[in-house]
């Protein structure tokens, strides 16, 4: 084709893209949210009002004159019994629990713990404060209660007490430097915000603090707040009344991750004197012409935005497609041997399956959980990608080969090879948990719970959606059913993520330039954090997890090693290796430039944000509420792809280990067909558990899912993990030391994990080094193997075939 004849295709397919880069530009000043106004009562009185609050979701209304219950069908206000001993200064709470600030002469010394008991109000008195602080305001984050105010000598303080523990004292933090008496304190996203008076007829300035970076500068507030108005809302987002210059009131929200704000439109609390939390929303008091107190709220609403025809339409033309390729395997391999079904009669080229790696590598988590994680943080966590890629190569140079020479179906017949029969079957069967618990209920779990928060798909209905048909095409398809799947999930995958990327840079104001600079004057790219901080994810921890996680323990997981072991070769399966760790680096810098870029659209584009969504949900979101008609459907059939090339691997390989290290152990004589038809069978049932899993995880609120995903792959999978190094690496080791050092690396981090004494990255190093070192020990006091151990360790490294395990260990 000539140069002349590609031009005008070329003319019309930039001319495509900028139309759909242009079609949802419009939308970009409207705010996804709104408030809702809430008719109250008014309190009939003409006393001053001191404070209102809620305590389990019902307001209580303090005045010079009593204290005031609202009625459970919000009719009337009624006084109640309990008077508070002291002059109440303000009061704290987060619509469940509410405690008062009370003292004298404008100071306060003394906080009470309000509660219901039988229906009738009371308080509970706290260990007095360690000095009197005026200006007092307080807040709940967690258990935790904090009160920041100033002392009688100008010195600023923040405290710090658990409440509702026996003998609870009060921390002392250090203060604000620069002065200013608190007008408002609220906990959110790790850390509390604080906002002081600015200079004269300067606006507020907000604080943040947390106890691993103390007091930092965050942003100017677009005018002054109402004293004690801060309201924690969603995971990243605090309502404030602010006041303009004109001395106009409105809702406003602050984002506390890109500390932007934005107007919440619908109701305009003119006259507002006091405010309290309220459902998703404030409460607040204003007084009225006749002298009583009006009481008014309002709840923050948000749309669903619903998938258009088209999107429904690229979904479902995806999930045939998927469903087609396992029927398809399924009629045209008619197999009845199990080499076909879990290893694909070991004929899968060295790319493909490293595609494959790859793609199972990449699930839900990395398309949504990873872009979450750089939006909120900066791309630290990608620092083990790096580190991995070296680890890969030397797996790829010795491990692989190894245990590809061996010609095994399940990983875990190497254990048995190398220890006993029992040491097989407890190490898969913590693979099976490990794989159910901690990633197929996640991967299944995250793509649903945001889709359906965000498109008003219930989430059961996401589940089994994505559940069903990933168990239908593993159950018929087999191993190479999961393996070509897995490709073409890869290029929807990586086309819908690159898509996003040019979209959202296209549209942020400044384009790549604006992009580049806020991404490094707010440090989001940052890779390396060399602190030898054990409670941070730091280089050295990312390199402590890489040394126990993929250099000595690579074949733990049967998952990235039943790909290898489909290959025609050692030489193969060593390529699929590289292959892998090739793709890993550029996929990495895709997923996690993808939350950089939300990071800056939604700092130029607060409003668009929705405060009661969880954090995890922010590129559905943008997926869902910015990108035109079709391309919404091809992006989340992306997310779709991520959760069900995962989840295809982890069916396939869990039916695997079912087979071959229970059912073929433990039934006499059983031939190839039925050990295929009960994979098939356990493949169902491992997918429908992994979705009975997911839906108990809708009950619960989770701040991060990779986070949740990190800590499970720590405590259920690194026991067994050491047990590979052992063997491969040592010709000490045996059989009881590595059963004692498997139990004791399990308790150990179990309860390393309860005491909350490390960062979840390293739990799973931790347990596989506990499982090494006291294996080895153990190992010490018992005779070493007396079996040859000809090709099985790096130390000798024979083309013995050893499909058959050798003579246990006795």
């Not at 507020?204 to 947390?210: A, G, K």
């Not at 290893?343 to 790319?351: C, E, K, L, Q, T």
């Not at 991967?443 to 889709?451: G, K």
Request: charged share 15%; proline share 5%.
């Amino acid at each position: 084709m000539s140069a002349r004849s590609r031009f005008p295709v070329a003319v019309l397919l930039r001319r495509w893209l900028l139309l759909l880069c242009l079609v949802a530009a419009p939308c970009a000043a409207e705010s996804l949210t709104s408030a809702k106004p809430v008719a109250l009562p008014p309190l009939a009185t003409q006393a001053t009002l001191s404070a209102v609050v809620t305590v389990d979701q019902r307001p209580v209304a303090i005045t010079t004159d009593g204290v005031w219950v609202l009625d459970a069908d919000r009719a009337a206000w009624t006084r109640s019994a309990w008077q508070p001993t002291g002059t109440v200064q303000a009061a704290v709470g987060n619509g469940t629990r509410a405690f008062v600030l009370s003292g004298e002469g404008g100071s306060v010394d003394q906080v009470s713990r309000l509660a219901f008991t039988n229906g009738q109000l009371g308080a509970r008195t706290l260990p007095p404060l360690p000095r009197p602080l005026r200006h007092a305001r307080g807040t709940l984050q967690g258990d935790d209660l904090f009160v920041a105010g100033v002392a009688a000598n100008g010195t600023s303080a923040l405290l710090q007490i658990l409440p509702d523990t026996p003998n609870a004292s009060w921390l002392v933090h250090a203060g604000w430097s620069g002065g200013g008496d608190p007008i408002s304190l609220t906990a959110q996203t790790r850390g509390l915000f604080l906002v002081l008076p600015g200079a004269v007829d300067a606006p507020d300035r907000l604080l943040r603090w947390s106890a691993e970076a103390g007091w930092e500068s965050r942003a100017e507030v677009p005018g002054t707040v109402l004293a004690n108005s801060g309201r924690a809302i969603g995971q990243a987002h605090v309502i404030y009344l602010v006041a303009d210059a004109a001395g106009t009131r409105q809702l406003m929200t602050f984002q506390t991750i890109t500390s932007a704000w934005a107007v919440l439109p619908g109701v305009r609390p003119a006259q507002a004197t006091a405010t309290a939390s309220w459902g998703d929303g404030v409460l607040w008091a204003q007084p009225a012409d006749d002298g009583q107190i009006v009481f008014e709220a309002a709840e923050v609403a948000a749309g669903s935005q619903l998938l258009k025809w088209l999107d429904w339409l690229v979904i479902v033309v995806y999930l045939g497609m998927m469903f087609g390729m396992g029927l398809y395997f399924y009629l045209r391999e008619k197999r009845n041997s199990t080499a076909d079904f879990f290893v694909g009669g070991r004929s899968i080229p060295f790319w493909a399956a490293g595609v494959s790696l790859y793609a199972t590598n990449t699930s839900s988590i990395s398309f949504i959980a990873i872009p979450a994680k750089a939006f909120e943080t900066n791309w630290q966590y990608m620092t083990n990608n790096l580190i991995a890629v070296l680890g890969l190569m030397f797996v790829a140079v010795w491990i692989v080969p190894l245990l590809r020479r061996l010609d095994l179906m399940s990983v875990f017949s190497y254990l048995e090879t190398r220890f006993h029969p029992a040491i097989r079957m407890l190490a898969s069967a913590l693979c099976i948990v490990m794989q159910i618990g901690s990633r197929m209920s996640v991967v299944l779990f995250l793509p649903a719970l945001a889709i359906a928060t965000i498109t008003g798909i219930d989430v059961v209905w996401s589940v089994l959606l994505m559940g069903v048909v990933t168990i239908i095409y593993t159950a018929l398809g087999g191993m190479k059913a999961v393996i070509w799947t897995d490709f073409v999930q890869v290029l929807v995958i990586m086309g819908g993520a690159l898509f996003a990327i040019g979209f959202i840079v296209y549209h942020i104001n400044g384009g790549f330039e604006e992009f580049y600079a806020v991404a490094a004057a707010e440090n989001k790219t940052r890779l390396f954090d060399f602190s030898f901080d054990l409670t941070k994810a730091t280089v050295w921890g990312f390199i402590f997890l890489v040394v126990f996680d993929v250099v000595l323990t690579f074949p733990k997981d049967q998952v990235l090693m039943q790909r290898t072991l489909s290959t025609k070769s050692d030489k193969e399966a060593g390529r699929s290796i590289w292959a892998f760790a090739a793709i890993m680096i550029p996929g990495g810098f895709i997923f996690y430039s993808i939350g950089t870029a939300l990071f800056v659209y939604y700092k130029s584009h607060p409003e668009r944000l929705d405060p009661l969504l969880p954090i995890d949900a922010t590129f559905p979101l943008f997926i869902a509420a910015e990108l035109p008609m079709g391309v919404t459907g091809l992006i989340i059939a992306g997310i779709f792809a991520a959760a069900m090339s995962t989840l295809s691997s982890i069916m396939n390989s869990v039916s695997t280990l079912a087979s071959v290290d229970f059912y073929e152990k433990l039934v006499k004589k059983p031939d190839p067909a039925t050990s295929v038809r009960f994979a098939e069978i356990a493949t169902v049932v491992t997918g429908l558990i992994a979705i009975g899993v997911s839906l108990l995880l809708s009950r619960y609120d989770i701040h991060s899912l990779f986070d949740v995903s990190i800590e499970l792959a720590g405590l259920l999978g690194g026991g067994f993990a050491g047990a590979y190094t052992l063997g491969m690496f040592t010709r000490r080791a045996n059989s009881p030391g590595v059963a004692i050092g498997v139990g004791s690396s399990i308790v150990l981090t179990t309860w390393a994990w309860s005491m909350s004494l490390v960062h979840p990255y390293f739990y799973l190093a931790i347990s596989i080094m506990l499982c090494i070192v006291i294996g080895y020990v153990a190992s010490l006091f018992f005779p070493p193997p007396t079996r040859s151990l000809d090709g099985l360790t790096i130390f000798s490294r024979s083309d013995v075939n050893r499909a058959t395990p050798a003579s246990n260990e006795t």
